[in-house]
């Protein structure tokens, strides 16, 4: 007896790709249900629907018969499911994780999925994410009761998890894509702290004539503060050492 | 512990199926051993050790937080 047990964001969409992989039409199978579900409020508290599809025996035997003689019904009717799943990909939950990776889907979808399991995983229960994407760049913004483990010493978690929800978004990807990530508006808060710190080791460098190297950081902070002190005509910035300890010096103009 | 790592590596090898943990426990440390299918390898690992260092750096957060242990992750053949 041919059976299979499927799950998918709602009951429909599990019975469909059930049918699907086993090529028989809705009619000739039975199909029960064994977790209804939930679509849950933005992605959280979601569920998945989970259904047992079997193949009714007499339908079995005719399809044998059917598969010998003319096999082409059954393809064809294996392209029309999958039609008619690409044309309504709004269905699709936010949730609708890695068991089936046969059907179309968004790539940010996927990396928000993808980074909500991590979240569970580290104790995060209420993570909420908003993306905005614009060309090739795509920003996520994040928010939790527990903002501080995502963002972890220096944003180092938060760097972290922006590089793997990254790799994930690029394996999905058609074309490439740069991920920009912040949580609770650390990435700002954090801009405006790194400004500060090189106008005032700006001035410390002035006062005492001797160049300052800064901790190591990444590029895009190292960014931040050239920026800062592109326009100080008293001083020079330049980056040395290799990724990733590559540290920012800060030096007078004699 | 195990399932963060899982959630982590799964979706990013072509191989999910071969991705296996197993805990090394002491009385102060706990081991994670990262198996993957030889492929995968490089995807794990990544570019400098990227991925393996952002791979630890969720790893040792979450494990911080609510175990006393030293946590490490090993990558193993």
């Not at chain 1, 501080?148 to 938060?158: D, N, S, V």
């Not at chain 2, 590596?9 to 197993?22: G, N, Q, S």
């Amino acid at each position: 007896m041919k059976q299979t047990t499927q799950i998918g964001a709602t009951v429909e969409e599990a019975i469909s790709l059930a049918l699907q992989k086993l090529g028989h039409t809705r009619e000739q199978v039975d199909v029960e249900v064994l977790q209804e579900g939930k679509k849950g409020f933005l992605g959280f508290g979601a569920r998945n629907a989970e259904v047992r599809v079997t193949v009714k025996e007499i339908v079995q035997q005719q399809v044998n018969n059917e598969t010998t003689s003319q096999p082409t019904p059954v393809v064809e009717e294996q392209s029309f499911i999958k039609e008619t799943f690409e044309n309504e990909p709004v269905l699709v939950n936010e949730d609708q994780s890695i068991h089936h990776e046969q059907q179309q889907v968004d790539p940010i979808e996927e990396s928000k999925s993808y980074l909500t399991n991590i979240a569970l995983g580290m104790g995060i229960t209420d993570l909420i994410i908003e993306h905005e994407s614009d060309g090739k760049y795509v920003s996520f913004k994040l928010s939790s009761e527990k903002a501080a483990l995502l963002i972890g010493k220096r944003g180092l978690t938060l760097n972290a998890l922006q590089h793997l929800t990254q790799l994930m978004l690029n394996k999905t990807a058609k074309s490439f894509m740069i991920l920009q990530m912040d949580v609770e508006d650390y990435r700002e808060r954090r801009q405006v702290a790194l400004e500060q710190l090189a106008l005032r080791m700006a001035d410390k460098v002035v006062r005492t004539r001797k160049s300052v190297s800064l901790e190591p950081m990444a590029s895009y902070e190292r960014k931040i503060i050239h920026n800062a002190l592109a326009n100080r005509l008293d001083i020079e910035t330049y980056s040395e050492g290799a990724e990733p300890n590559r540290y920012l010096v800060i030096e007078p103009v004699k | 512990m195990q399932q963060l790592i899982e959630a982590i590596v799964k979706p990013l090898v072509d191989y999910p199926e071969d991705v296996r943990i197993e805990t090394d426990e002491t009385s102060n440390r706990v081991v994670y051993k990262l198996f993957v299918h030889p492929e995968d390898r490089g995807k794990v690992i990544g570019k400098q050790g990227r991925v393996a260092k952002a791979i630890r750096t969720i790893v040792y957060s979450a494990a911080g937080g609510h175990q006393k242990k030293k946590t490490y992750v090993d990558i193993l053949d």
